[in-house]
Each structure stands twice: as structure tokens, then as C-alpha cells.
């Protein structure tokens, strides 16, 4: 019984430090430590069904929110 308990423990303890080492081993071809490079956000492109009108406001042009205002991108 004891032993199940410490097995679940150190179970515990390793998944709660899984991301935190993950996250510092970042390393160049020479093996030492480098800054971890993040992935470029991509821009949202225009989706098909959004119109710009002669006011210069964004529409959507079909769907159920047809004629409603959006966020041009």
C-alpha cells in the first residue's frame, strides 16, 4: 500500500516538472544553451465571405450575419 502511494507521488511530482524542464532545453548543434525560438504568427487573412463597402466599413456579404458590421483585417 505504502509503496503504491509513493509510486503515485513521484508520478505527481514528474508531470508537474515535464513543462517547466521542457521549456529550458533549448540547445544549438555545440550543445549549449540558446534562447528557445517561437513559432511566427501568421496574419489572418480576409475571410471570402467579408466585403469592404464605399464607406470603407467591412461587412459580412453572406451567411446568417449578412449585412452586420466586422473587423476588417
Sequence with gaps: ??????????IASLMGVTP???????RNAQGKFIKCQTAPVKKKAT?????KGKDGKCR????????QFTKCS
Excluded at 459580412?60 to 449585412?67: A, E, I, L, Q, T
Aim: with cysteine.
Design 1 to 10: 500500500m505504502f509503496r503504491k502511494i509513493v509510486a503515485a507521488a513521484a
Design 20 to 26: 517547466a524542464m521542457a521549456a529550458s532545453t533549448c
Design 47 to 51: 475571410p471570402a465571405n467579408v466585403t
Design 60 to 67: 459580412f456579404s453572406s451567411g446568417p450575419k449578412k449585412g
